[in-house]
């Protein structure tokens, strides 16, 4: 009876081909990403979508049909079928002549986008448009090892697009950086608070102990009568004073407005407490200091909360949000806790 016996060697290349196809296909949060800015264009089969050797600055995806990329000389044609895409490194770099034909195998349907829609794909999402990059990138290595192996010829050209790749990669995890980031105070924003969650639940980890919900005493009062300048000069030290605090696996946010919050890390309540005490003394300490007119920094009120397994970021807001409210009915300027957690107001 025969059998199909497997090697080591051969199990080694399926594995390979296997993660190749990983970069080959725009996952289904790229595709719609992607289908948000690019413009849907038709070709018939045999119809040229592009040539060798041609300028291009577009990229395109294939959302239905195939495409045959022609390499010439005695490369192996390769089809792109749904969901792969091609053209990248004329969209990337710029100047790029094309490195094949591009023909339509069948009646397809395709996306194209030009630099003007990739910056819109990095400003409405610069994580996944990262995660495109580096998956466009490992492609490009994938590509370039195989031309090696086929034709040993020189690869300078492929070299000077991932160093180019490698850059636009590391401006977009600056650009991720900054997305998330308050541009008045320098704190994280909701977006990334929001970030931080999702990787502490996919984790399967607490994203902290306690929570605070910080807000400034009669903050309105101070946009009224002195101007939104000084407003934002107002955040900006009560920003510091929260910086001043922090240390190592805390999380600070502004929320908006006037309404921050800090996630703290700690092994036990009274840590969490001690924290928010030493946050309330630090903003004190600068209304002493400042002792002008116009105000430099304003009381706040804090609300505490502690963070459970069983719950969820709506229910340790819900909890912390009471508290502060309880510390502004008692007229600000305070800390309290959310009952029935073991804080006493100061």
């Not at 990138?137 to 090696?148: A, K, M, N």
């Not at 991720?176 to 608070?193: C, I, K, P």
Request: hydrophobic letters at 40%; aromatic letters at 6%; a negative charge.
């Amino acid at each position: 009876m025969a059998c199909d016996l497997k090697t080591p060697e051969s199990s080694d290349v399926a594995v390979g081909v296997s993660r190749r196809a990983a970069h080959e296909v725009l996952s289904a949060d790229e595709l719609a990403l992607f289908s948000r800015f690019g413009r849907e264009r038709s070709f018939m089969a045999g119809e040229r979508i592009f040539e060798r050797g041609q300028v291009g600055t577009q990229m395109y995806v294939c959302l239905e049909g195939g495409v045959d990329l022609d390499f010439g000389r005695d490369l192996i044609v390769k089809r792109i079928g749904a969901g792969g895409f091609f053209g990248e490194l004329g969209l990337l770099i710029g100047g790029h002549a094309r490195s094949a034909d591009a023909s339509a195998a069948s009646a397809c349907r395709l996306l194209e986008l030009d630099h003007h829609d990739f910056e819109r794909l990095v400003a409405h999402d610069p994580a996944l448009t990262a995660h495109f990059l580096r998956a466009a990138i490992v492609r490009v290595v994938h590509s370039e090892q195989s031309l090696i192996h086929q034709l040993r010829r020189r690869n300078h050209e492929l070299e000077a697009a991932l160093e180019s790749l490698d850059a636009t990669s590391r401006q977009l995890n600056q650009s991720e950086v900054l997305a998330g980031t308050d541009e008045l105070t320098g704190l994280y924003n909701r977006r990334a608070l929001a970030s931080y969650l999702q990787t502490s639940r996919l984790k399967g980890e607490l994203p902290a102990l306690g929570l605070l919900l910080i807000d400034c005493d009669r903050f309105k009062r101070v946009n009224d009568q002195y101007g939104h300048v000084v407003g934002d000069r107002v955040l900006q030290n009560v920003a510091h004073a929260l910086r001043a605090r922090m240390r190592p696996g805390d999380f600070a946010c502004r929320l908006g407005g006037d309404e921050f919050c800090v996630l703290v890390s700690a092994d036990h309540a009274a840590e969490v407490s001690r924290f928010a005490e030493d946050l309330l003394a630090q903003v004190r300490s600068g209304m002493n200091q400042a002792g002008q007119v116009p105000p430099h920094i304003c009381p706040v009120s804090i609300g505490m909360s502690l963070i459970d397994a069983q719950g969820g970021w709506n229910d340790w807001y819900a909890r912390a949000d009471d508290a502060l409210y309880e510390a502004k009915r008692l007229g600000g300027d305070r800390v309290h806790g959310a009952d029935p957690l073991p804080f006493a107001p100061i």
